[in-house]
């Protein structure tokens, strides 16, 4: 993707909000900040290094508060998380989801951002986005062309059809409420208020740090739990910087996803670009979605999800 994809429109306001963890390198948001100028965005950072409390942004209120000023700021239309890390699920509880739904800004995160995601969704019905944060994708030294490209494209136009190639795949035809992100914060939220009903989805999961095993055993739980039958497809993204050894006897990533695709008659498809990974897209977390998967290719078909006034 390039410029010529997309057109950000001119004064377009970024609120900096950090809903979970501090940066661990400030000069990762200065170059975030320095980034989004240079793209012509005015950008309102909430979240002020003085005020960060053991491993958050600050004390649970303070983030609140961050994520509802910003919400309320008329010159703000969108709000994008400064880092994941943990600190969501503490503030759940006190966050005003109809307020910020109703705010009309597009929310935008991923990792810990997902219990946002899920909850925003369960509450409201309202469309967010799992999408590039400050510190990890704008501010990194070296910032992937394809996230932050993607990231613009599809919140200036109002569909985006998405292509990925990869091997063996199941071929189907799917349509239903795009859903997901992070697999652990998934699994978290399960049997909270939180987490959303979801029938006949296409549900996307990533995960970072997390061996087989474990990813298998979240899967269980969901398979357990009955979320993964009723979905129509389930999209694995990235799931990296685990560690095998010897004792693992040959069970690895590809043995688990057999074992699970061989126990869950929901289809199964591989090589979604999503996660803790430099080159991701963007995903309208309950949106509709039309999928379509070939031996080699699956296509993702996104539309009514909000988008940039022009």
Not at 53 to 72: C, E, K, P, T, W
């Amino acid at each position: 993707m390039s410029q010529a994809d997309f057109v950000i429109p001119p004064g377009t306001g970024i609120a900096i909000v950090a809903p979970g963890g501090y940066p661990p390198d400030e000069a990762a948001l200065a170059r975030g900040i320095k980034r989004l100028e240079q793209q012509n965005c005015l950008v309102h950072n909430y979240y002020d290094p003085a005020d960060k409390y053991q491993r958050f942004g600050g004390i649970d209120m303070a983030r609140v508060a961050q994520l509802h000023a910003a919400a309320d700021d008329p010159d703000v239309q969108i709000v994008m998380a400064l880092r994941g890390g943990y600190g969501l699920s503490r503030i759940l509880p006190m966050l005003d989801f109809d307020f910020l739904a109703n705010s009309g800004k597009l929310f935008v995160g991923y990792s810990d951002f997902t219990v946002f995601h899920m909850a925003l969704l369960a509450a409201t019905g309202k469309v967010s986005f799992a999408g590039p944060m400050v510190c990890g994708d704008f501010g990194c030294e070296r910032p992937s062309d394809y996230t932050l490209s993607h990231f613009w494209q599809i919140l200036t136009r109002p569909g985006l059809t998405l292509m990925a190639h990869t091997p063996n795949n199941p071929c189907i035809e799917a349509e239903g409420v795009l859903w997901g992100g992070n697999l652990a914060m998934l699994t978290h939220l399960l049997g909270s208020p939180y987490f959303p009903r979801i029938e006949g989805g296409i549900l996307f999961i990533e995960d970072v740090n997390e061996h087989p095993y474990r990813i298998e055993r979240m899967l269980v739980q969901l398979l357990h739990a009955g979320v993964l039958a009723r979905q129509q497809a389930i999209l694995l993204g990235d799931f990296s910087a685990y560690r095998l050894s010897e004792y693992d006897n040959g069970y690895d990533f590809n043995a688990m996803l057999a074992y699970i695709r061989s126990r869950v008659a929901t289809p199964i498809l591989t090589g979604l670009p999503f996660g803790h990974c430099a080159d991701k897209l963007t995903l309208p977390v309950g949106s509709r979605a039309q999928l379509v998967s070939e031996k080699n290719t699956f296509r993702l078909q996104l539309a009514e999800y909000p988008v940039l006034a022009g």
